[in-house]
């Protein structure tokens, strides 16, 4: 099976920069995905890694090392409404093709002024 | 805009009856849709791949007489919760083959 750790809450001043991280333990990896979630809303598309390295995108950074079973998200310039739960999520090739995301626990982000 | 549709969004029923909700591709075809499930201050569960033209994938600890899928056509899969009890109200979420894109979810609320 698959497991996923990320810390369970987090706190962060607005305009600061803060990394959220994930561990994982898996077989078959084929790509972690990073999501954020509003409370009572569906998951929304970060960042996709499927390589060791960085992957940039505006305020939102992704790094992974598939060797340590290592990933972090970096939100730089923090602002309230970043304030959300942030899910990583394993993608892992299924035996007879075909591939699934098993999702961590979120983390929940809380921007404060 | 949106690329996954899920109806309803929301869901009140009595225990014993059935539910369906939809996934809807918009702009794409589908060949695999997921179905998830996501109880309070949870993360989402992987309730089953749903795959056009054959039966679904369940994962382990799903009923899959309890939890019907069809998947006709390849923009839209259906999730029959059969018998609802007050343990099923969940947030029931889809996605499309690409992990990029979930539908807004369904609230069920069993009463």
């Known amino acids: 099976g698959q497991n996923i750790d990320q810390p369970t809450e987090m706190t962060a001043t607005e305009g600061a920069i803060v990394q959220i991280n994930c561990t994982y333990q898996t077989s078959g990896f084929n790509g972690l995905f990073w999501y954020q979630q509003h409370a009572g809303e569906a998951p929304t598309f970060l960042s996709y890694n499927v390589l060791d390295g960085l992957e940039e995108k505006g305020r939102f950074s992704s790094f992974l090392s598939r060797s340590k079973g290592y990933s972090y998200l970096l939100l730089k310039e923090l602002q309230m409404k970043d304030s959300a739960s942030y899910l990583c999520a394993v993608r892992v090739l299924q035996r007879g093709g075909g591939n699934k995301l098993t999702f961590g626990t979120g983390t929940q982000l809380k921007v404060e002024l | 805009g949106a690329v996954v549709s899920q109806h309803p969004s929301r869901v009140i029923c009595k225990s014993g009856t059935s539910v369906k909700i939809e996934c809807r591709s918009l702009?794409?075809?589908?060949?695999?849709m997921f179905w998830y499930r996501q109880f309070p201050k949870q993360s989402l569960m992987l309730m089953a791949t749903?795959?056009?033209?054959?039966?679904?994938?369940?994962e382990q600890g799903v009923e899959k007489d309890k939890f019907l899928i069809n998947h006709a056509s390849l923009t839209l899969s259906t999730l029959t919760v059969t018998s609802a009890h007050p343990e099923d109200s969940s947030f029931y979420i889809c996605?499309?083959?690409?992990?990029?894109?979930f539908g807004p979810g369904t609230r069920l609320t069993v009463l």
């Open positions: 702009d794409f075809q589908a060949t695999t």
């Open positions: 749903s795959n056009e033209g054959s039966k679904a994938t369940y």
């Open positions: 996605s499309a083959s690409d992990e990029q894109f």
